[in-house]
């Protein structure tokens, strides 16, 4: 194979939703009947020829390979196990006469259909983006579907675009995936690789031919030192792939990129691959001080992609010190090149969108396209000389200079508040204790209760939607939460619930609903980013040093129990995911930002306690993904992420009942720090994986309560009441029945109000029918 030179910059991903979420619209409607998959994939078309477009004005070059074709409809993860032909068993019957699956069976395999429950989901490294898990068994057969592949590349050919497929990598791939179900013990899918990465071979091939000069395979598993597979072997994988995918003679140039942390040991690994372009990420790593004389003598033949724009944050940071740090990769390679760390997938398209965003703020900023402007100016510095760039690199160490002293960002008395917290101020009574104290609650054994949200309907956005036109005043508004709110609540007493909630009507968001009424943050109108398929959030921004001006809950709490008898819980979200889903400063450790953010849900606490609500949930989903990949840096996070949650909760009374909530099931190496949270109830997900978490927190030693949802809320499947019992029959055969809640998976917002009413009347069915039997 001919070598390729690669571009001076790039990104090494774009985010794929649409400035105006516009692929989210069109799989939404594809999805409800009201275009056809014609029509979608035309306007997805449009989007990806706009992307180009716009990658190219911003300083990205049209014919190197510089633009990365980084477009998914659902999922990058989902796009390469159908393109290597892993279907699983259960979705055959999607595939077509070729073998491939159109683009009604690609959704169909995300979202589950009937019996067939989709594609389990979890968090893609430590980020808020959630992929879809592969299931790779011993019989699996890998074949080759690049159609989509090839056509996306011969459309950036067609609109004059010399593009760089992405694809995510074969071990990375493999590392992700789980056993299928019917895997003997002991198979891991790691065990495929020698049957994977022929395929890939043959994707790269079909790739030469058709013109393609680089190809990215993302393999961040390789940074990632929480994968449970050996090391040794993660590594041993990552130098058979590589040198069987090099070895081929027809084949693009290979870009390895490997985001969201150093590479550490699996750099000499890639290294020693024929490869020809390795992706560092510097913003989260840094490069091993002292290489050995093989690795420098092999990284000096490469191309060194210097991932020096953090694609994981909305900063524009300091630029200088980024150009700094590529410079400091050239003595290594003649070839560096400038890229964003990770993908831009993580932040939203353009500040510049931002018309109501204070223009001080603003400047502090940079999002997708003002990070693809960035690299394209150090990639400027790079090829031309510093001196080119001196003012781009002094209007951003001015824009952070006037960040450092703004008003706002350090506030005396809030950090007074946090310098003076004693021990005392991180514990409550001991649990038995509060045991004897709650049971004033008078809950039925297996009590039932939801995760909060109720289904946020087309009425409920639309008043807020009136709300912030001025078309609906804060009085008409605050009269319809508060009849949705009561109709919420009469619903779940017609149910027969134990613990009501008041539905959380009032909430655009669970972060930016406090973000909102927080000192410190401000909001965004267009900064969405993809969470999950067409989900998208909103995150807020925490420029500044955190504080409660007013209660923030209280109302709508209070008013919800004042229509029942029954218990209502308190909704807070925890100060951990407040965190992980706002882009935080950064500019102090993320532990200090959090006793900030603690210190203000203590004072709702108190306030809620006050107001006679005596359950009280305060959220962590995020508790986990927030975990560092690399496990030396663990401990020091679990030590200020556990410390937050209970400075938020540790003055609240014995008698108050804690809950907590966690949206995944992979207890793994968080169970001491879930169980160091000290709540009295901690809801989990497990309907997905039909609750194989029972085991594990069985095998924990676990002893508080503890509620593993029993229905996957993240489809619109209604489970049976049979289904249900079934999972909760397991549940109480590992888990005693006097710690056991009986909950959804997660919060019901995204689901519509029939499929809501069915499911919670066979959880109570299934519920009563388990009671009955103990
Ligand atoms: N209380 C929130 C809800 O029900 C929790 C959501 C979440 O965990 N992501 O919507
Ligand atoms: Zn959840």
């Given at each position: 194979m001919t070598a390729h030179a690669f571009p001076t910059g790039t990104i090494l991903g774009y985010p794929r939703i649409g400035r105006r979420r516009e692929l989210k619209r069109a799989v939404e409607a594809f999805w409800a009947g009201t275009i056809d998959a014609d029509e979608l994939e035309a306007r997805a078309a449009a989007l990806r020829a706009a992307t180009r477009e716009r990658l190219a004005d911003l300083g990205l070059d049209r014919a190197t390979s510089a633009i990365p074709e980084s477009f998914s409809f659902y999922d990058q993860v989902l796009d390469a196990a159908i393109t290597v032909g892993a279907v699983p068993p259960r979705f055959?019957?999607?595939?077509?006469?070729?073998?491939?699956?159109?683009?009604?069976?690609?959704?169909?395999?995300?979202?589950?259909?009937?019996?067939?429950?989709?594609?389990?989901?979890?968090?893609?490294?430590?980020?808020?983006?959630?992929?879809?898990?592969?299931?790779?068994?011993?019989?699996?057969?890998?074949?080759?579907?690049?159609?989509?592949?090839?056509?996306?590349?011969?459309?950036?050919?067609?609109?004059?675009?010399?593009?760089?497929?992405?694809?995510?990598?074969?071990?990375?791939?493999?590392?992700?995936?789980?056993?299928?179900?019917?895997?003997?013990?002991?198979?891991?899918?790691?065990?495929?690789?020698?049957?994977?990465?022929p395929v890939y071979g043959q994707l790269l091939d079909r790739l030469a031919a058709a013109g393609a000069e680089w190809v990215q395979l993302d393999e961040p598993a390789l940074v990632s030192e929480s994968i449970d597979e050996p090391r040794d072997r993660v590594l041993e994988s990552a130098a058979t792939a590589y040198d069987a995918l090099g070895a081929a003679d027809a084949r693009p140039s290979i870009f390895v990129a490997a985001p969201y942390g150093?590479?550490?040991?699996?750099?000499?690994?890639?290294?020693?691959?024929?490869?020809?372009?390795?992706?560092?990420?510097?913003?989260?790593?840094?490069?091993?001080?002292?290489?050995?004389?093989?690795?420098?003598?092999?990284?000096a033949a490469k191309t060194l992609v210097a991932g020096v724009i953090d694609g994981h944050n909305v900063w524009r940071g300091d630029l200088a010190a980024a150009f700094a740090r590529v410079e400091a990769v050239?003595?290594?390679?003649?070839?560096?090149?400038?890229?964003?760390?990770?993908?831009?997938?993580?932040?939203?398209?353009?500040?510049?969108?931002?018309?109501?965003?204070?223009?001080?703020?603003?400047?502090?900023?940079?999002?997708?396209?003002?990070?693809?402007?960035?690299?394209?100016?150090?990639?400027?510095?790079?090829?031309?000389?510093?001196?080119?760039?001196?003012?781009?690199?002094?209007?951003?160490?001015?824009?952070?200079?006037?960040?450092?002293?703004?008003?706002?960002?350090?506030?005396?008395?809030?950090?007074?508040?946090?310098?003076?917290?004693?021990?005392?101020?991180?514990?409550?009574?001991?649990?038995?204790?509060?045991?004897?104290?709650?049971?004033?609650?008078?809950?039925?054994?297996?009590?039932?209760?939801?995760?909060?949200?109720?289904?946020?309907?087309?009425?409920?956005?639309?008043?807020?939607?009136?709300?912030?036109k001025g078309e609906l005043d804060a009085d008409g508004y605050r009269q319809l939460m508060r009849a949705e709110i009561e109709r919420v609540v009469r619903l779940q007493e017609e149910i027969g619930l134990d613990v009501l909630v008041h539905g959380e009507p009032e909430r655009n968001d669970m972060v930016q609903y406090f973000a909102e009424l927080l000192d410190g943050f401000s909001v965004t109108e267009h900064g969405w980013v993809q969470s999950y398929g067409s989900r998208c959030t909103r995150p807020s921004i925490l420029w500044g040093d955190v504080s409660r001006p007013a209660p923030m809950t209280v109302e709508w709490s209070s008013y919800a129990q004042s229509l029942t008898e029954k218990p209502v819980k308190g909704m807070l979200t925890g100060p951990v995911t407040i965190l992980a889903w706002s882009f935080v400063r950064d500019d102090q450790p993320l532990g200090d930002t959090a006793r900030q953010v603690a210190l203000a849900l203590r004072d709702e606490i108190a306030d809620l306690e006050r107001a006679g609500i005596r359950v009280i949930q305060v959220d962590e989903p995020a508790l986990r993904e927030l975990l560092p990949l690399k496990l030396a840096e663990q401990p020091a996070y679990l030590d200020w992420s556990v410390g937050a949650f209970r400075l938020a909760t540790g003055g609240a009374a014995s008698a108050t009942q804690v809950h907590t909530h966690l949206c995944y099931s992979e207890f793994g190496v968080v169970i001491d720090a879930i169980k160091n949270l000290d709540a009295d109830v901690t809801s989990i997900e497990a309907a997905r994986s039909r609750m194989e978490v029972v085991d594990d927190i069985a095998a924990s030693g676990f002893a508080h309560g503890i509620g593993p949802g029993v229905y996957d809320i993240h489809s619109p499947r209604v489970p049976s009441a049979v289904e249900v019992q079934a999972l909760l029959e397991r549940a109480v055969a590992e888990i005693p029945a006097s710690r056991l809640w009986v909950n959804p998976d997660c919060g019901l917002k995204t689901r519509g109000y029939d499929e809501t009413v069915a499911s919670l009347e066979h959880i109570l069915e299934a519920a009563r029918a388990v009671r009955a039997e103990l």
């Open positions: 055959a019957g999607l595939r077509d006469a070729g073998g491939g699956v159109d683009l009604a069976g690609y959704f169909t395999i995300a979202r589950g259909v009937g019996d067939s429950a989709p594609l389990e989901m979890t968090k893609w490294f430590d980020s808020n983006y959630h992929y879809l898990v592969p299931e790779i068994g011993p019989d699996t057969v890998f074949t080759l579907h690049a159609d989509r592949i090839l056509a996306e590349f011969a459309e950036a050919k067609a609109q004059g675009f010399l593009t760089r497929p992405v694809v995510v990598g074969p071990v990375t791939f493999l590392l992700l995936a789980k056993p299928a179900d019917d895997a003997p013990a002991g198979f891991g899918p790691l065990d495929r690789l020698g049957d994977l990465v150093a590479l550490d040991d699996a750099l000499p690994v890639l290294a020693a691959t024929p490869v020809e372009a390795i992706g560092l990420d510097l913003v989260r790593g840094t490069l091993a001080a002292q290489l050995d004389p093989v690795t420098e003598e092999s990284l050239q003595h290594l390679s003649g070839a560096v090149a400038v890229s964003t760390s990770t993908s831009l997938l993580h932040v939203p398209h353009d500040v510049d969108a931002e018309t109501s965003l204070d223009a001080r703020l603003g400047s502090w900023l940079a999002f997708a396209d003002q990070k693809v402007a960035q690299v394209a100016t150090l990639a400027r510095g790079l090829g031309e000389g510093r001196e080119t760039i001196e003012t781009a690199l002094d209007e951003a160490s001015a824009a952070l200079a006037d960040r450092t002293s703004a008003p706002g960002v350090r506030v005396p008395a809030v950090r007074d508040r946090v310098t003076a917290l004693a021990d005392r101020d991180f514990a409550r009574a001991v649990y038995d204790e509060r045991v004897a104290a709650q049971q004033s609650l008078d809950l039925p054994e297996l009590p039932t209760t939801t995760i909060g949200s109720f289904p946020q309907t087309g009425d409920i956005r639309r008043a807020r939607a009136r709300l912030v």
